[in-house]
C-alpha cells in the first residue's frame, strides 16, 4: 500500500495526469525518486502511441513536430522546463554562488531564460522535423526513462546546495540505498533494451546522457555548489534535447 502511495504521489508531483490525491507525509515520500523513471516510462509509452496516431492519420510533419515538442511539457506541466529556465536566468547573471541559487527561488523571468527556452524549443522541434522512423522514437521513448533514473539519482548522491527545499525533502525521505541500486537498476535496463532494440542509436544515446549527466556533475553543480529540484529539471531538459538530435543524427 505505501508503495502505491508513493506512486500515485509521484505522479501526482510530476505529471498532470489526474490522481487520487495522498496524504503528503514522509512515509508515502519514501519511494517517490526511486518511481520517479517510471513517469518516464508511461510518457515513453503515449510518446510512442501518439506519434504512430498521427502518422496514420497522415498529419503534417511540422504539425506532429509542435505536437511532440508539446506534449513533454503538457504532460509534465512544465516542471522540469520551469527548472531549466530558472537555471539558464541563473548561469546567465554571472553572479556569485549565493545570489545564483537566490536566482533560482525568484518568481520573475528574465531575458537568458526567455532565450534559452525559445532556442531549446526551436532545436527541439526542428529535430524532431527530422525523425521518421518508428526505432527512432521508442529510442526517445526509452530515453526519458533513462533520463528521470538519472535525474533521480544526482538527487540522492550529490550534495545538495541549499540544504533545504523539496528535493531535500524527497531525498531526507527516501531509502537512500535502495533507491540508489533501484535508480541504477533501471539505467542499466534502459541501456540494454535501447542498444539492443536499435544498436546504433541506443548506443549513442545511451553514453550522450552519461557525459551529459557528468557535465551536470563536473561543472552545472559545481557552479552552485551542489543539486537543486531547479538544476535536476536542467539537466533532464538539456539530455531530452540531446538525446533527440542524437538520435536524429544516428
Not at 523539496?166 to 534502459?190: H, Y
Not at 546522457?209 to 563536473?218: A, D, G, K, M, S
Request: proline content about 2%.
Amino acid at each position: 500500500m505505501i508503495f502505491l502511495k508513493s506512486l500515485i504521489m509521484t505522479f501526482n508531483m510530476y505529471t498532470k495526469i489526474p490522481m487520487p490525491q495522498t496524504a503528503w507525509n514522509e512515509k508515502y515520500m519514501k519511494y517517490v525518486l526511486s518511481l520517479f523513471p517510471i513517469v518516464g516510462l508511461v510518457e515513453g509509452i503515449i510518446y510512442v502511441f501518439l506519434w504512430k496516431f498521427m502518422i496514420f492519420i497522415k498529419l503534417s510533419p511540422y504539425i506532429t513536430a509542435a505536437v511532440l515538442t508539446a506534449f513533454p511539457m503538457l504532460y509534465t506541466g512544465g516542471i522540469h522546463m520551469d527548472g531549466f529556465l530558472d537555471t539558464s536566468d541563473a548561469l546567465g547573471s554571472h553572479q556569485s554562488r549565493e545570489k545564483k541559487l537566490d536566482i533560482l527561488k525568484d518568481s520573475h523571468i528574465g531575458a537568458g531564460a526567455v532565450i534559452s527556452g525559445l532556442v531549446y524549443i526551436m532545436f527541439y522541434a526542428f529535430t524532431i522535423l527530422s525523425i521518421t522512423r518508428l526505432r527512432q522514437v521508442v529510442i526517445i521513448a526509452f530515453s526519458f526513462f533513462m533520463i528521470r533514473a538519472y535525474s533521480a539519482l544526482s538527487l540522492v548522491c550529490f550534495k545538495n546546495a541549499r540544504g533545504s527545499g523539496l528535493a531535500m525533502t524527497f531525498t531526507k525521505a527516501s531509502d537512500l540505498l535502495f533507491t540508489r541500486i533501484l535508480l541504477i537498476s533501471f539505467i542499466a535496463a534502459a541501456k540494454i533494451l535501447s542498444s539492443l532494440y536499435f544498436p546504433r542509436a541506443g548506443i549513442a544515446v545511451s553514453i550522450t546522457v552519461f557525459i551529459c549527466f557528468f557535465y551536470f556533475r563536473l561543472f552545472i553543480c559545481g557552479e552552485f555548489g551542489g543539486v537543486t529540484g531547479d538544476l535536476a529539471g536542467f539537466f533532464l531538459q538539456m539530455a531530452e534535447l540531446a538525446a533527440v538530435i542524437v538520435t536524429a543524427v544516428a
